[in-house]
Structures are given as C-alpha cells and as structure tokens.
C-alpha cells in the first residue's frame, strides 16, 4: 500500500505543484497493488471546511490525464460551492479504471478516505453509484451516502433553463426544443422536469440501453444532440465538448447544462458570446447536487432546500442581466462573483 501527499512531489514524471491546473492545497496519492486501486484525491480549497466532492471511476490514457481531471473538477467544487453559498470546501477524487469495480476495491478507497481524516468528503459521480457509497460508508464515516444528488442537480438546472428561456424570449417552455447530450441520473430527470413543463425534449446517450427505458412521447431520442436545431442545448454528460472548432456545429440559442468543466478553453466563451449563443456556465447552475448532499449536515428541510434550487435560476436572471448591460459574456460576470 501507498499513501502519498503527492503536492509538492515529482510523481510520474511531473512536478505536481508546478502543474499548469495546479492551484490547490493538496494533491494524495493511494495504491493497493493487492486489490488493483490507484486513485488521486485533490483538496483544492478547504478555508471554509471540509473538501466536498464526488469520487469519479473512469479510464484515463494516463497518469496526467487523470490528474488533469482530478486538478479541474475539484477547483469547479469550490467555485460552485462558492457561487451557491455552501459552506464547504472543494475537493475531487478520481479511481483509475483498470479492471473490474469490486466491493475490495471500494473498500480500499475508503480506507484511502480514512487516511484523510476528513479533509476529503467524498459523493457519487461517473462510475460511481449511490449503492457503491453506500457500501464504502460501512468502512469509513467520510462520505455522502445521504441521496442521489443527480436529481436535485437536475431541478436546479431546470429552473436556470425556465429563467433563461424568460430572459430571451418572454415565454414559458411550451413548446421550445431543448436538445440534451446524456441520459444519465442529471440528464434523464431534467428531461422528465422539462417535459411536464410542455417543452419538446430530444435527448441522445452514447450507451443506448439508458434511452431504452424512456418511454414518454414528448421525449424523443435522437442520435447527436449536440448539433441538433434547438432552442436550449443541455450537455449532461462529459466535460470538455466546446473547442473552437466543436462550437461551429452547434445549431442552439442557449446552452445550459450539468457537465463540469464544459469548454476545453475558457476563451471559447467568448467566442459563443460572439456568434450570438448564451452560454450558461456549468458552476453556476449545477450546483443543485451540492446543495442537496448538504441539506441533512445543514439541517435544511425540503422546503428550504426547494428554495435554495430556485436560488440557481435567480442568480442566472442576475447574471444574465449584468451580461447584456455590460455586453460581456456570462463567464467573465462568473469571474467577478469568484473574486
């Protein structure tokens, strides 16, 4: 077994501190050769408590691929936190996939999460289901096993959608096309919110059995729901889908959606800005999932809860008016509420 703080370290060939994503307090590194586990845990900020975040199992090509991701999800945590008021810290794990999830593994991943001593809180993510939380929350007490937070992250960005459509048009959803990339926890409730609204939905997955269970009319699936002609695009799956060139594909008005760190490039922004496309950064709206991990530590009932998901939409109405006086993009009025 390896426990490592891995901050200021040369590891795997790269200075971590001098990384180009690097800003953090913290960077571990935990392997069990015996049961198959590598896994990263970056605490980017902690001054206003706990590291919070979800635990991400994926393949990455490389060591810097992962820590690349584990760099930039755990900086988003805290910038959603802080735009959400949540009195927690950001933090971000990540499990390299390199066989078979088994419940030894889980098991050592909280045993790497006890090592922490609490500096870390970890949550379900890609990968990683609510039921895997819920075992690991038999070997260590540092984990949200309370709900699964893509439901609530999917009604906080169902509001930004309903304020955003409000803000552009004067109207409702009824009957506008949103177009969602991701059928996943997020994705597939957004669709059922937007539907009951009266909204025309089109939604594509990379894993086709999850749109084998959608069996709603105002539904439909489709292949490539990112270029498809659409009122709002909503990426609800992998980050990293806008570049200068994927932005010239896009057939939509508004995007909003609940994959983190969407652009490849924050300066594409700015070039959705100025092909006319509002684009609603990802830390400003979905942080519905985030709120509602908290809502039993913070003692806040459904009600106070509802309210703090409809608090996304305002803050989106807020931005979205800053954005058209100051003619700026909404990710650089993002950056004076980060300040």
Do not use: W
């Amino acid at each position: 077994m390896i426990f490592k703080d891995i901050t200021d370290s040369n590891f795997n060939g790269i200075k971590i501190s001098s990384y180009h994503e690097f800003e953090h307090e913290k960077v571990y590194y935990y392997e069990d050769s015996n049961i198959g586990l590598k896994s990263l845990v970056a605490i980017h900020d902690s001054s206003k408590g706990p590291a919070i975040g979800g635990c991400r199992y994926k393949k990455y090509d490389s060591f810097e691929d992962g820590l690349n991701d584990v760099l930039r999800l755990s900086r988003g945590m805290t910038h959603k936190n802080n735009v959400a008021q949540i009195p927690f810290g950001g933090g971000k794990a990540i499990i390299f996939k390199e066989g078979k999830k088994s419940k030894n593994l889980l098991q050592s991943f909280a045993d790497f999460l006890n090592l922490l001593e609490g500096k870390y809180i970890s949550a379900e993510d890609i990968g990683i289901s609510l039921e895997d939380i819920r075992f690991i929350k038999n070997h260590t007490d540092h984990v949200f096993d309370n709900i699964d937070p893509g439901p609530y992250t999917a009604k906080g960005i169902f509001y930004a959608i309903e304020e955003s459509i409000d803000f552009y048009y004067s109207e409702s959803l009824l009957n506008k096309t949103i177009s969602i990339q991701g059928a996943g926890s997020v994705g597939k409730k957004l669709a059922d919110h937007l539907s009951n609204a009266g909204a025309k939905v089109f939604i594509s997955d990379i894993d086709k059995e999850k749109l084998d269970h959608i069996n709603d009319p105002n539904i439909i699936c489709v292949d490539d729901a990112f270029t498809f002609q659409c009122d709002v695009f909503s990426p609800c799956a992998v980050g990293a889908i806008f570049s200068k060139s994927s932005i010239k594909n896009l057939n939509c008005k508004i995007i909003a959606g609940g994959a983190n760190n969407q652009l490849q490039d924050l300066s594409v922004a700015n070039d959705l800005y100025e092909n006319g496309i509002i684009y609603i950064p990802d830390i400003l709206i979905n942080s519905g999932g985030a709120i509602g991990l908290t809502k039993d530590i913070m003692h806040r009932n459904e009600d106070e809860t509802e309210l703090d998901l409809r608090n996304i939409a305002s803050r989106v109405r807020k931005a979205l008016i800053k954005s058209q006086k100051h003619s700026i993009s909404l990710q650089d009025v993002l950056k004076e509420l980060l300040v």
